[in-house]
């Protein structure tokens, strides 16, 4: 890893508040700055709804080849495409986790949200030592914004989820395999992987709102397999 003191000089050039976790999979070892800072989550609390999810489809609860509608009051703007397509369109619950990953589609998102329920992806958050992680609004709710209800969570809590993937701890090895194929897929690519070969495998979750700029993933290498997340607030 790059010397602490370059880290922290090239973060020094930044505004605003930084947060970062960087862990060495292969060694154990880490460097952090400000990791217990709570941030607003923007679209990185989509991981733990992503793995609310296959929670309940591993205990039988929800079929992810089980087609679904997106409801009217679902289909809010910012990223995504099922907004813009058919409303009688019926993709499959697993088309639209993917793409509340791969595309950051707000609509999936929501549509999600009512499936899993809020309370549901809180409480697997804290089954999984999630500490400052919570989902308190669905996507492009300002009402609920205004009135002090934001989601939010820590570069910690998302370090620590994204070893659970890579360890197989989130819900079964199965299952967070799955989890991580997905977010290799990710599209949003201007940020993390923005300067790397186009080679080099990350599964990660972008996240952004007004003054908000976070990246997490997973970094696999031929030796070594490091996990970042960076959470950046001006």
């Not at 890893?1 to 922290?8: N, T």
């Not at 360890?167 to 897929?185: P, Q």
């Amino acid at each position: 890893m790059l010397p602490e003191r370059q880290i922290l000089e090239l973060l020094g050039t930044l505004e605003g508040e930084v947060g970062l976790y960087l862990e060495d999979l292969a060694t154990g070892e880490t460097f952090t700055v400000n990791p217990d800072r709570v941030f607003p989550s923007a679209s990185v609390i989509k991981i733990p709804i992503l793995a609310a999810l296959f929670a309940l489809a591993e205990e039988g609860k929800v079929d992810l080849a089980g087609e679904i509608t997106i409801k009217p009051e679902n289909r809010v703007g910012g990223c995504g495409v099922l907004s813009e397509l058919n409303p009688g369109l019926k993709p499959t619950v697993l088309d639209v986790a993917t793409l509340m990953i791969i595309q950051s589609d707000n609509a999936a998102t929501n549509e999600l949200i009512d499936l899993v329920g809020m309370d549901r992806v809180n409480g697997f958050a804290g089954e999984l030592g999630l500490e400052q992680t919570r989902l308190q609004r669905k996507m492009m709710d300002s009402e609920a914004v205004k009135q002090g209800r934001d989601n939010f969570t820590s570069p910690r809590d998302i370090g620590r989820l994204l070893r659970l993937l890579v360890e197989g701890k989130v819900v079964s090895r199965e299952a967070s395999a799955k989890m991580l194929d997905i977010m290799k897929r990710q599209q949003l690519r201007n940020k993390l992987p923005a300067l790397l070969p186009e080679d080099v495998i990350i599964a990660h979750k972008t996240g952004d709102l007004n003054r908000l700029e976070h990246d997490v993933g997973v970094f696999f290498l031929p030796e070594h397999t490091y996990i970042l997340a960076i959470f950046t607030n001006c």
